[in-house]
């Protein structure tokens, strides 16, 4: 409640001085919530859906109003969504992530140009989660969860299985190798 009163009054403000129509405003997060996140498993501090799904909420001159998309993004496109809205056109060729204008202009069929279409998180360290120092990849429907301390592997389709129960792991073992 306490976000959109205070983003409420930033839109307000901007439309009192006139620049409301040419403002990009992005909101977003850094972590899931501590747990609170069902469907989704996990929370913050961990490498389960319900720590690295977070929301992206942009609003700005040509974006669709109340418009949804399902694309995949990361922090990483931030930089260049920002670039390429302000009329930048060389960014650093290492450069991570990709320009969201296009699914900004079209929500349903939009899409975002990478390098690699894949993303991967790294949780080197021991926080929240009970599995410690973990990586993990998310291809296509496929997520796979690295755990250091015992070497095993996660594999879930998150297209059938949003809430990570499902470790397909042993049964697809080829899906393991590939995106290990």
Known sequence: ENIDIQIGRVLAQLEKMGEL??????????????????????????????????????????????????????????????????????????????????????????????????????????DKDSLGPVSAIIADNYKLIRVYEDGSHLLFDLSKDIGEQNNLGKSMSGKVQELD
């Not at 389960?48 to 974006?63: F, K, S, T, V, Y």
């Not at 060729?93 to 899409?111: I, Q, W």
């Open 21 to 126: 129509e040419n403002t990009w405003i992005i909101y977003t997060a850094d972590h899931g919530t501590p747990g609170r996140n069902g469907p989704l498993r996990g929370g913050k501090g961990g490498l389960w859906d319900g720590g690295i799904r977070i929301p992206l909420l942009i609003r700005g001159p040509n974006a669709e109003a109340g418009a949804h998309s399902s694309v995949l993004t990361t922090g990483a496109d931030l930089v260049p969504t920002v670039a390429d809205l302000a009329g930048v056109t060389e960014l650093p060729s290492e450069l991570e992530g990709g320009s969201l204008r296009s699914v900004l202009a079209d929500p349903a069929g939009g899409s975002v140009q990478r390098r690699s279409n894949e993303l991967v998180f790294h949780f080197p360290h021991y």
